[in-house]
């Protein structure tokens, strides 16, 4: 299976920061990457698909980038409505797998 | 717009099964994948497997193999998930989500709690 981690675990930032999560996959998986942001009892919502296509309806300050072994997740400017759980998901091959996730709050 | 309704909170003992249900609205149901995923209390995001609506080819992960079933009605747009010899290890919500074939899931059902307790 191909292991995810993220970095950091967690973090606190203030509004208007701009703040950067990294994902890494234990082997390439090309551009086969989704970020999700979820908020405490709710499902997660998908924000970048293929690494760097920003979903729909997503605020255009999210922007993902990367590939290969490494990605980021970037947030421009920090809003409060942003403070949530971040995963990263892999889908180049079978099991999918998630990374354990950043907890990002508001100082 | 894209609706996936799960059905509600089950409690089941141990050694029993449950079977959850995720009926699709707002696109074509066959032009789509469900993908089945689930998170423990506290815990992170999980991936069970996934079924291809049109003609039910199904991928479970290994960890879930011969314990997990997935189906599909197409008359409906529904797809059940039953997990089947329940531990404590299983509670968990449960949550169904579209997906097109070797992507990632973009929307996802409002989740499904499901205890496993004696």
């Known amino acids: 299976d191909i292991q995810m981690t993220q970095s950091p675990s967690s973090l606190s930032a203030s509004v208007g920061d701009r703040v950067t999560i990294t994902c890494r996959a234990s082997q390439g998986i090309r551009n086969d990457l989704a970020w999700y942001q979820q908020k405490p009892g709710k499902a997660p919502i998908r924000l970048i698909y293929v690494a760097s296509s920003l979903q729909s309806g997503v605020p255009s300050r999210f922007s993902g980038s990367g590939s290969g072994t490494e990605f980021t997740l970037t947030i421009t400017s920090l809003q409060p409505e942003d403070s949530a759980t971040y995963y990263c998901l892999q889908h180049n091959s079978y099991p999918f797998t998630f990374g354990p996730g950043t907890k990002v709050g508001i100082k | 717009q894209v609706h996936l309704v799960q059905s509600g909170a089950e409690v089941k003992k141990p050694g029993a099964s449950v079977r959850v249900s995720c009926k699709a609205s707002g696109y074509t149901f066959t032009t789509y994948s469900i993908t089945w995923l689930r998170q423990a209390p506290g815990q992170g995001l999980e991936w069970m497997g996934w079924?291809?609506?049109?003609?039910?080819?199904?991928n479970y992960a290994q960890k879930f193999q011969g314990r997990v079933t997935m189906t599909t009605d197409t008359s409906t747009s529904t797809v059940y998930m039953e997990l089947r010899s329940l531990t404590s290890a299983d509670t968990a919500v449960y949550y169904c989500?579209?997906?097109?074939?070797?992507?990632?899931?973009?929307?996802w059902g409002q989740g499904t709690l499901v205890t496993v307790s004696s």
């Open positions: 989500a579209r997906s097109a074939k070797w992507g990632s899931p973009d929307y």
């Open positions: 079924i291809t609506t049109y003609n039910s080819n199904t």
